[in-house]
């Protein structure tokens, strides 16, 4: 029987993980729970950034050189809606907008995010689970010292230059989570955290509150999106350094805190096991920049690896 | 002084004629009149098939091919939204999305049609006045021996097979004229029935009470879009005939009666000119099939030359 895993995950570096897992694991004991704080509406789109990219990711069509979005893309809608003096901030490509338009449309015929991406998922030939974390809305505000900004304002439009002073999961505190969502925690042997942005792709996920009580029972692993003090792509580092501490894998595990059984820190951050260790985390150095399809792999067979030694209860 | 022209117009017939009459008149003296009972909702997406002819053919990037539509299209949305099982009867291209994305989102905003209209026109920098019919919402159902469908249902989806009983343009009864329409018909000198579909394409222009009543005062001269018995393009001809009538140019003379100053018919039907001028209107028969450039503006050059022998009390 292989090991039932449910991994959270935001955009791209969680997307990645996500695959690594789906290329070891057999498709149904795997369900990716995607942070949705990031959808908006945008000339019109229902927008869900983090789904898209994972959705993409897992089917083989997102485009190698961003993360995002779907490989041979072109942008000629776009070309359009600059001509008119349109908002051209939001990249749009035009495969990706035949999806936002399809969305719009059955969400506007009542369909719920989660049935939404479930045809997607279908249609894309996507094997494992794919869930919205919630099919309410939940939007991710980010204070900064040029005021509180909806997530897309400051991570695109505002290049991520604000310094941000904290976060508001606006109606999460009151969001249910999508049909599946618990019943996949419930069952699962291991829930993962991928090494998406603490703040802002995982925090509202766990600020569902039945998700984040579900959560409390189980083995839960997380892996750093800090390497070095830095982050591989977006303001993780920037964001924590811009809190007060130090960006750090140490920082990430203190973060998740209470949560955590098991942490992983790339190699580069090998000096940090004993600190994180101290926090009464499992904690295992790994190769966690996944460049190609075998470095995801091979990060989620090892990542699967370690939970066992933790599972036998070997101490920290 | 140049004669002052309005043209009312419909797809890609009224969208050449009025190109033809840009080529010749001053830019300032003409104004385009647009027939929008044909605009509907589609994915979400508020779209103009008309005005979008007319706009794009004015501006020289409509596709040579169809008349309809932009130069160069690609229709990678559409094959998204193909992959997902969402409807694709109606042909969304890329480029052509991203004007529906922006009137759509402009609309939203609470901007008029018309308000739309004129940046599109700037931007693509189309130099004579385009103008929606109304910014209210006018919408033509086709009553069918399969029911009554909205236009283009029947026209696109249906590819005009339902056999036609009667039409009903929903809320031309009170709708108001666009600003500027009947500024344009009060001061122009000549008012041009483009060679558009009588039925649903000048029609609905004609349903709204202050155009019809506009109009009554003014030089109106129309030109034929059935020719040798036939419509060039559409279903003028087949309605025609579905609604009891023998489909000839001499029937469009009969179709608009009363409002009608002068006609013209093609040289193919020349044999007609007497039973139009029977009807007391003033008949000129020209080569009316626009095919090049300049057909258009040849076309438009003697329309106007004919329209001179009718100012001058010529009896027919």
Redesign the interface.
């Known amino acids: 029987m292989a090991l039932k895993v449910v991994a959270l995950a935001g955009g791209v570096g969680g997307a990645k993980l996500a695959d690594g897992l789906a290329g070891t694991l057999p498709a149904e004991a795997l369900t990716v729970v995607v942070n949705t704080g990031d959808d908006f509406t945008h000339?019109?789109?229902r927008i869900s950034p983090d789904l898209d990219t994972v959705v993409y990711t897992l089917a083989g069509m997102a485009d190698p050189d961003h993360g995002w979005g779907r490989a041979d893309e072109?942008w000629?809608?776009?070309?359009?809606?600059?001509?008119?003096?349109?908002p051209t901030w939001f990249q749009l490509g035009?495969?990706?907008?035949?999806?936002h338009?399809?969305r719009?449309?059955a969400l506007?015929a009542g369909q719920s995010l989660s049935e939404v991406t479930e045809?997607?998922r279908q249609?894309?030939g996507v094997a494992v689970w794919v869930l919205p974390m919630t099919d309410d809305q939940v939007s991710t505000m980010v204070e900064t010292d040029q005021g509180t900004m909806a997530f897309q304002d400051y991570f695109v439009r505002h290049q991520f230059e604000p310094r941000v002073r904290g976060f508001k999961f606006v109606g999460a505190g009151v969001a249910q989570p999508s049909p599946g969502v618990l019943a996949a925690i419930e069952r699962a042997d291991l829930v993962v955290i991928c090494p998406s942005n603490p703040w802002v792709s995982i925090d509202p996920i766990l600020a569902v509150p039945p998700i984040r009580e579900a959560l409390a029972e189980k083995v839960v692993v997380a892996v750093s999106p800090i390497i070095g003090g830095r982050a591989l792509k977006g303001p993780a580092a920037k964001m924590c350094r811009e809190l007060g501490w130090e960006p750090s894998a140490t920082r990430v595990a203190e973060h998740y805190g209470q949560l955590l059984t098991g942490f992983v820190l790339d190699r580069q951050d090998i000096n940090q096991k004993e600190d994180v260790a101290a926090l009464g985390i499992h904690v295992e150095a790994l190769q966690t920049v996944m460049k190609s399809k075998d470095d995801r792999v091979q990060l989620a067979e090892q990542l699967l690896t370690f939970t066992e030694t933790i599972d036998l209860g070997v101490t920290p």
Chains 1, 2 share one sequence.
Do not use: N, Q
């Open positions: 000339l019109g789109l072109t000629r809608a776009l070309e359009t809606i600059g001509m008119l003096g349109g035009d495969l990706d907008l035949g999806l338009l399809f719009t449309d506007s045809r997607v249609a894309f």
